[in-house]
């Protein structure tokens, strides 16, 4: 199983970014799906999660910002980032609860995304 995140960039102050991350490999089902963002000097933290019913929940630091979504039939994962502000710049990771096709249950991380916010 892979998780591959994709969406990162330069943005300025107030822009948008929709970041993704797909999961691939022999998946039965893939639970909690979650964003996390490690800035310099800083703790990995984590910033919004899904489950495979939908329920969300965001860091105090980007709600009403930030929304979290998935479709399931695709196994992937997105963070539609908006009124980015320079606080946000850290490389973001995406991580799932997945399911296999033994079903065996593992915790995945995917490789981080850069996601600068910079005039």
């Known amino acids: 199983v892979q998780l591959q995140a994709s969406g990162g960039g330069l943005v300025q102050p107030g822009g948008s970014l929709r970041l993704s991350c797909a999961a691939s490999?022999?998946?039965?089902?893939?639970?909690?799906m979650s964003w996390y963002r490690q800035a310099p000097g800083k703790q990995r933290e984590v910033v919004a999660s899904?489950?495979?019913?939908?329920?969300?929940r965001y860091a105090d630091s980007v709600k009403g910002r930030f929304t979290i979504s998935r479709d399931n039939a695709k196994n992937t994962v997105y963070l539609q980032m908006n009124s980015l502000k320079p606080e946000d710049t850290a490389v973001y990771y995406c991580?799932?609860?997945?399911?296999?096709?033994?079903?065996?249950?593992?915790?995945?991380w995917g490789q981080g995304t850069q996601v600068t916010v910079s005039s």
């Open positions: 899904i489950t495979s019913g939908g329920t969300t």
């Open positions: 991580n799932a609860d997945i399911r296999d096709l033994g079903f065996s249950l593992m915790n995945y």
């Open positions: 490999g022999s998946i039965f089902s893939a639970n909690v």
